[in-house]
């Protein structure tokens, strides 16, 4: 069974950071992966970041990497604003072929996780 649960959510001031955790269990690692979605009330949901393998993925202000001794993916955000304040998701992008991130649109991605809160005060 696949599972995904993210962790690390909460509330920060303007210029903070935080660091968001999706332990995922069920998978082969090199078989998918794993993009962060973050969603805001009444707005489609917003693909922040993707990465595969032990890739290091940068996106502006936010990074994704693996932690492989908790066998968990990371997304650290740094210079949050309140902007950034949205439910913060992890899901499973298939990839058996190798392809990597090869997808932005949510219906390919296959399992998500629970969500956890992000929000950002001014």
């Known amino acids: 069974e696949v599972q995904l649960v993210e962790s690390g959510g909460g509330l920060v001031q303007a210029g903070g950071s935080l660091r968001l955790s999706c332990a995922t269990s069920?998978?082969?690692?090199?078989?998918?992966?794993i993009g962060w979605w973050r969603q805001v009330p009444g707005k489609k949901r917003e693909l922040v970041s993707c990465v595969k393998n032990s890739d290091l993925s940068t996106t502006g202000r936010f990074l994704t990497s693996h932690d492989n001794a908790r066998n968990s993916w990371i997304l650290q955000m740094n210079r949050l604003t309140p902007d950034d304040t949205a439910v913060y998701y992890c899901?499973?992008?298939?990839?058996?072929?190798?392809?990597?991130?090869?997808?932005?649109?949510?219906?390919?991605?296959?399992?998500w996780g629970q969500g956890t809160q992000v929000t950002v005060s001014s």
């Open positions: 899901a499973v992008l298939p990839d058996t072929e190798g392809y990597g991130c090869y997808s932005r649109y949510e219906y390919e991605y296959h399992y």
């Open positions: 069920g998978l082969t690692f090199n078989d998918y992966a």
